[in-house]
């Protein structure tokens, strides 16, 4: 069992810059692959971001490559999503999430989810 809590969304000017983070709280965090998912009001839920348990493999969203960067700290239980170059369109409602094992970003594979965090970018 892995629960999850999300910090650090906000209000922030479009061009600016946010990180999320999660912490993760249970055993073998470590071993667990984590993503970041987010969702618009009236828009399906997004793959944004995910890492591997090591931290070695990571894949993002086309619409955020470029500039949201993912990270984990095992020590810490944590997992960020740096995101710089801040788009209207990139507010939404962020999750963080952790699945068991490493492969394509569906987000029904991910068993746990943190309550989400507000991201809104102004323009």
């Known amino acids: 069992q892995v629960q999850l809590v999300e910090s650090g969304g906000g209000l922030v000017q479009a061009g600016g810059s946010l990180r999320l983070s999660c912490a993760a709280s249970g055993r073998s965090f470590s071993t667990y692959a984590m993503g970041w998912f987010r969702q618009a009001p009236g828009k399906e839920r997004e793959f944004v971001a995910a890492i591997s348990w090591s931290g070695g493999g990571t894949l993002y969203g086309d619409s955020v490559k470029g500039r949201f960067t993912i990270s984990r700290v095992n020590a810490k239980n944590t997992v960020y999503l740096q995101m710089n170059s801040l788009k209207p369109e990139d507010t939404a409602v962020y999750y963080c999430?952790?699945?068991?094992?490493?492969?394509?970003?569906?987000?029904?594979?991910?068993?746990?989810w943190g309550q989400g965090t507000q991201v809104t970018v102004s323009s």
């Open positions: 999430a952790a699945r068991a094992s490493w492969g394509p970003p569906v987000s029904d594979d991910y068993a746990y």
